[in-house]
């Protein structure tokens, strides 16, 4: 049987943007990735977070068009439980372990550099490929990590778009029209998200 490649693609997503599809297209190319499956984190204690299930409608709405992604509830199913990346990785991986799935953890620059405050971070190995996305104009591999050796680097195109600077727009009144998927803006202004109460 042909070993499947699925890259592993955590986040907030609060609200998902162009940028996590672009980002996730292209990682998808370069590691040659039989899927990417998005994972909205549970409610997290950030400022101007919303609830799970409205992150994961817009996921679902950001990224279902796309045959090569796939969005879980993995961690948003049972919310009085806290999620840590090396738990959901195990639960995947039995969840694969009869269909020949090779697991890859894409992690961003920050989350590596701070890895090692990560719960269990060396047994995150035991589970995945860690893939460091890394900005052209930062090298990572300069960096003294424990882990280093253990990881793979990756350049990725870095587009100046975020989450916070989407919520940011939409509460001062301003277009965030081409930064959003069509639907996505639909539902945020449909539900009235990222606006004082």
């Not at 195990?90 to 969840?95: A, F, N, Q, R, T």
Request: include cysteine; proline fraction near 6%.
């Amino acid at each position: 049987m042909t070993l499947k490649k699925y890259g592993i693609f955590g986040g907030t997503f609060n609200p998902p943007h162009i940028a996590h599809s672009i980002l996730a297209e292209n990682i998808c190319e370069q590691l040659e990735l039989d899927k990417i499956i998005f994972i909205p984190s549970g409610n997290p204690p950030l400022k101007n977070s919303i609830p799970a299930k409205q992150r994961m409608e817009m996921a679902q709405l950001a990224f279902s068009d796309n045959p090569h992604f796939e969005i879980s509830d993995i961690e948003t199913k049972d919310l009085d439980v806290r999620s840590y990346t090396v738990n959901t990785l195990k639960k995947l991986s039995e969840k694969y372990r009869n269909d020949h799935v090779k697991l890859f953890l894409l992690i961003g620059a920050d989350n590596y550099l701070n890895l090692n405050k990560w719960k269990d971070p060396g047994t995150l190995f035991d589970y995945s490929e860690v893939v460091v996305l890394n900005r052209p104009d930062f090298e990572l591999e300069d960096h003294s990590s424990e882990f280093k050796d253990k990881v793979k680097f990756i350049d990725t195109p870095f587009l100046e778009i975020s989450s916070s600077m989407i919520r940011e727009k939409v509460l001062n009144g301003l277009s965030v029209k081409y930064l959003l998927d069509k639907k996505v803006e639909e539902y945020v202004i449909r539900n009235n998200l990222y606006k004082n109460p």
